[in-house]
């Protein structure tokens, strides 16, 4: 290759392709053959790796990646490492040289012209791997600046969760990876659509998809195709599919692509003619041939002509096995319009139906139950716990994407410094679990106030009904279940949780003044920087966005408590059933599922699997040879704070947090938040900028580092820890 980093696409050959990419090169050779493409101009990969040099990002993504082992992040950390590293390409500008090249070349190829600026990876459109739309497109760009600024977000796109995830799907070297990009001139397309050359049903047949306007509204699913079923052989139409209604279309607005309404007459005709389909059919039989296998061809017709926009070989699909969990990661990706439609079912169906639910479990008195009878309510049980933790998984989760969603808008528009500050202006919404906890605080300051109530108390000697305490406490009872049974059964475990509040009474809750929030800029103040970034005729859709995002927040700490709600009802049903199966095997009845449960309860002859036999490993002690001195997590709450650590292990540890103390734990849940307030400062194994306790922690301006392997065996309890919320690391005081 020679030194030039531009190179116009008509000028490749299919030896460019490991410096132009796969898009660009199969453009190029279907110019080649006399079809139609969109002229354009290729940023190759040289001038990724100069940009990548010049500016130090290599050694600042390395960082980030190497914080740990990517196979064992979760997709909350998986998110938080893409976040930060889109965020080091938004503050990092082309260096001069390099950007006046590209200004010059962009300048004498497009002048004024709108845009669509692609990516074109070297691995991408390969014959064993397909990236669509795993990196950033972007439509109707106008001006060099603007041209600059995209090809910039689209080398970002090489490390967004979607790409890092496939990348290791496919056992690529994702320190490896590197990116060319496509600027084409924009076509305004009448009609657009993908071609698949074989049926994934029927090899002896092409499937056409089709819709008015720009492709995106077919790609990512806004728009509903019309749906042709061709014969290979003779382009006869065997079947088409029309949509239901024809009411949109995407077209180029200032800015970008949006939808937008259909000429009513123009609907009720479909977007292709007979002539078109036949000239497709041609199209996908002459690529077939000349790139040796099934081809998915996006085209669009522009100015009466037929134009192929990409081309790519139709691949098989996963190889990552039966365990890989990429298409789920990739489905929680969701576009604006699917997040409100998801909002609206969550509060306005699944929540009313699951509070419906628990209360329903909870008016039973299975503690009564008769042994059929009780097996019977645990295996309905199970039945509507699981049910409602599939919805959680399919629907909850994928809500989250809003924080996601208007963090990324807000992180492109205004750069920050910090790429979660944007986090300060989601929270401050009434939480459930903030709401409990002051409940919690209002029993504590009784005690206070009363010292031989509280004496009384730890004996597990409660007031008299009528008194506030018992009222107050029995509120927080019903709203609360796990957290009675977290504390244990019986008088035993209204002393243990009376022990707890006792402690809450007697000593502060530990100031947070020093953990940077005096520093930070009030949400206010950046509600009103995010929203002067808008025009004022687009301000409906920021506040839509930043509304979006809030409820995102919001749900995703509430969410947890409604489903453990249901939880709990199963874990009382379990719990009556193993009090009655203590002793009968010779097993710890903890061992046994729901399952053995109900049928130990109902058939004398059953004997459980003899892995329920093994005695419980008992639990590990933290070692005290600690020999990594730092430890190197996920920034999840910024702040910096140190104390003793409080290792928990167990829900019983719990009870024995004490003001001023280190929480470390495998995860934060809604049902161990009643802690928190005494804590300055929180360290977890599960990781992420979405998981409960990171959110916790920023409503009570504690530091949080999650993400750190083995937290609980790495750090010894009682040992003093200073904890950084900003750089994401746990340092052991030794």
């Given at each position: 290759m020679?030194?030039?980093?531009?190179m116009?696409?008509?000028d490749?050959?299919?030896?460019?392709?490991p410096w132009?990419?796969?898009?660009?090169?199969?453009?190029?050779?279907?110019a080649?053959?006399?079809?139609?493409?969109?002229?354009?101009?290729?940023?190759?990969?040289d001038g990724?790796?100069?940009?990548?040099?010049?500016?130090?990002l290599?050694?600042?993504?390395?960082?980030?990646?190497?914080r740990?082992?990517?196979?064992?992040?979760?997709?909350?950390?998986?998110?938080?490492?893409a976040?930060?590293?889109r965020s080091?390409f938004?503050?990092?500008?082309?260096?001069?040289p390099?950007?006046?090249?590209i200004r010059?070349?962009?300048?004498?190829?497009f002048g004024?012209?709108?845009?669509?600026?692609?990516?074109?990876?070297?691995d991408?459109?390969?014959?064993?791997s397909s990236?669509?739309?795993?990196?950033?497109s972007?439509?109707?760009?106008?001006g060099?600046?603007e041209?600059?600024?995209?090809?910039r977000?689209v080398w970002?796109s090489?490390?967004s969760?979607?790409?890092l995830?496939?990348?290791?799907?496919?056992?690529?070297?994702?320190?490896a990876?590197?990116?060319a990009?496509?600027?084409?001139?924009?076509?305004f397309?009448r009609?657009?659509?993908?071609?698949?050359t074989?049926?994934?049903?029927?090899e002896?047949?092409?499937?056409?998809?089709?819709?008015?306007?720009?492709?995106q509204?077919?790609v990512?699913?806004?728009?509903?195709p019309?749906r042709?079923?061709?014969n290979?052989?003779?382009?006869?139409i065997l079947s088409?599919?029309?949509?239901?209604a024809?009411?949109?279309m995407?077209?180029?607005?200032?800015?970008?692509?949006a939808?937008?309404?259909?000429?009513?007459?123009?609907?009720?005709?479909?977007?292709?003619?007979?002539?078109?389909i036949?000239?497709?059919?041609e199209?996908?039989?002459?690529l077939?041939?000349?790139?040796?296998?099934?081809q998915?061809i996006e085209?669009?017709?522009?100015?009466?002509?037929?134009?192929?926009?990409?081309?790519?070989?139709?691949?098989?699909g996963?190889?990552?096995?039966?365990?890989?969990?990429r298409?789920w990661?990739?489905?929680l990706?969701?576009?604006?319009?699917?997040?409100?439609a998801?909002?609206?079912?969550i509060?306005?169906?699944?929540?009313?139906?699951m509070?419906?639910a628990?209360s329903?479990l909870?008016?039973?008195?299975?503690?009564?139950?008769?042994?059929?009878?009780?097996?019977d309510?645990?295996s309905e049980?199970?039945?509507?716990?699981?049910?409602?933790?599939?919805i959680?998984?399919d629907?909850?989760?994928?809500?989250?994407?809003?924080?996601?969603?208007?963090g990324?808008?807000?992180?492109?528009?205004l750069?920050?410094?910090?790429?979660y500050?944007?986090?300060?202006?989601?929270?401050?919404a009434d939480?459930e679990s903030?709401?409990r906890?002051?409940?919690?605080?209002?029993?504590a300051d009784?005690?206070?106030?009363d010292?031989?109530l509280a004496a009384a108390?730890e004996?597990?000697k409660?007031?008299?009904?009528?008194?506030?305490f018992a009222?107050?406490?029995?509120?927080?009872?019903?709203?609360?279940?796990i957290?009675f049974s977290?504390?244990?059964d019986?008088?035993?475990?209204?002393?243990?949780?009376?022990?707890?509040?006792?402690?809450?009474s007697?000593?502060?809750?530990?100031?947070?003044t020093?953990?940077?929030?005096?520093?930070?800029k009030?949400?206010?103040d950046l509600e009103?920087?995010y929203?002067?970034k808008?025009?004022?005729?687009?301000?409906?859709?920021?506040?839509?966005?930043?509304?979006?995002?809030?409820?995102?927040?919001?749900?995703?700490?509430?969410?947890n408590?409604?489903?453990?709600?249901i939880?709990a009802q199963?874990?009382?049903?379990?719990?009556?059933?193993?009090?009655?199966?203590?002793?009968?095997?010779g097993?710890?009845?903890?061992?046994?599922?729901?399952?053995?449960?109900?049928?130990?309860l109902?058939?004398?002859?059953?004997?459980?699997?003899?892995n329920t036999?093994a005695?419980?490993?008992p639990?590990?002690?933290?070692s005290r040879?600690v020999?990594?001195?730092?430890?190197s997590?996920q920034?999840?709450?910024p702040g910096?704070?140190?104390?003793?650590?409080?290792?928990?292990?167990?829900?019983?540890?719990?009870f024995?947090?004490?003001?001023?103390?280190?929480?470390v734990?495998?995860?934060?849940?809604?049902?161990?938040?009643?802690?928190i307030?005494?804590?300055?400062?929180?360290?977890?194994?599960?990781?992420g900028?979405?998981?409960?306790?990171?959110?916790i922690?920023?409503?009570?301006?504690?530091?949080?580092?999650?993400?750190i392997p083995?937290?609980?065996?790495?750090?010894?309890?009682?040992a003093v820890v200073?904890?950084?919320?900003?750089?994401g690391?746990v340092?052991?005081?030794?």
């Open positions: 020679n030194d030039s980093f531009l116009a696409l008509s490749l050959q299919d030896h460019h392709r132009a990419g796969g898009k660009a090169a199969a453009l190029a050779r279907i080649g053959l006399g079809m139609n493409i969109s002229p354009g101009l290729v940023i190759t990969t990724y790796d100069r940009y990548m040099k010049n500016s130090g290599r050694e600042k993504i390395f960082f980030e990646l190497g740990k082992d990517f196979k064992d992040m979760r997709w909350e950390e998986i998110w938080d490492v976040l930060r590293i080091h938004l503050k990092t500008p082309l260096p001069a390099l950007q006046q090249e010059l070349a962009v300048d004498k190829m004024s012209a709108p845009v669509v600026v692609r990516s074109t990876a070297p991408e459109d390969a014959a064993a990236f669509a739309g795993l990196h950033e972007y439509v109707n760009v106008v060099t600046e041209i600059i600024d995209r090809i977000m970002a090489l490390w969760d979607r790409a995830l496939y990348r290791r799907e496919l056992n690529l070297d994702v320190t990876s590197a990116m990009v496509l600027v084409q001139r924009l076509l397309s009609s657009s659509g993908v071609l698949f074989r049926s994934p049903n029927d002896g047949q092409m499937v056409i998809e089709a819709v008015y306007g720009q492709n509204g077919l990512d699913g806004t728009v509903e019309d042709w079923f061709i290979k052989l003779s382009s006869e088409h599919h029309p949509p239901a024809r009411p949109h995407i077209m180029p607005v200032p800015g970008g692509a939808l937008g309404p259909i000429d009513p007459a123009l609907a009720v005709i479909p977007p292709l003619a007979s002539s078109d036949k000239q497709l059919w199209l996908g039989l002459r077939e041939k000349d790139f040796g296998g099934p998915d085209w669009t017709i522009a100015d009466d002509a037929l134009h192929v926009m990409q081309a790519r070989p139709i691949t098989t996963s190889t990552g096995g039966a365990d890989d969990q298409s990661y990739i489905s990706h969701r576009s604006f319009d699917n997040l409100k998801l909002r609206q079912r509060e306005q169906v699944h929540i009313p139906a509070k419906e628990a329903m909870a008016a039973s008195d299975v503690e009564q139950f008769h042994d059929q009878d009780l097996a309510a645990l049980r199970q039945v509507v716990f699981d049910k409602w933790n599939k959680y998984r629907e909850f989760i994928p809500f989250a994407h809003g924080m996601r969603l208007f990324q808008v807000y992180n492109d528009l750069t920050p410094e910090n790429p500050e944007f986090m300060d202006l989601l929270k401050g939480l903030l709401r906890n002051r409940m919690l605080a209002q029993l009784i005690l206070r106030n010292p031989a108390l004996t597990g409660m007031p008299p009904a009528d008194s506030k009222k107050d406490f029995n509120g927080l009872a019903q709203s609360y279940e957290l977290l504390a244990g019986g008088q035993a475990g209204k002393r243990e949780l009376f022990r707890f509040l006792g402690n809450m007697r000593q502060a809750a530990p100031s947070k020093a953990n940077g929030l005096a520093n930070r009030s949400p206010k009103a920087a929203m002067e808008f025009p004022v005729d687009r301000r409906t859709l920021a506040a839509e966005l930043l509304d979006i995002g809030r409820a995102s927040y919001r749900l995703r700490d509430d969410d408590i409604h489903l453990g709600r939880e199963l874990m009382r049903a379990g719990k009556a059933a193993r009090q009655r199966m203590a002793g009968k095997f097993i710890d009845p903890a061992a046994l599922e729901t399952r053995a449960l109900a049928l130990a109902t058939n004398p002859d059953y004997v459980p699997p003899e036999h005695p419980a490993e639990l590990r002690e933290a040879d020999r990594t001195r730092q430890l997590g920034p999840a709450s910096i704070a140190t104390g003793p650590a409080r290792v928990i292990k167990n829900s019983e540890g719990l024995g947090v004490q003001a001023g103390d280190v929480l734990c495998d995860a934060v849940d809604p049902n161990i938040t009643f802690v307030p005494m804590t300055v400062g929180i360290v977890e194994r599960r990781g900028m979405l998981i409960h306790g990171a959110i922690a920023r409503e009570y301006g504690i530091p949080c580092v999650t993400g083995d937290a609980i065996d790495r750090i010894p309890s009682g200073t904890v950084d919320g900003y750089l690391l340092t052991v005081n030794t």
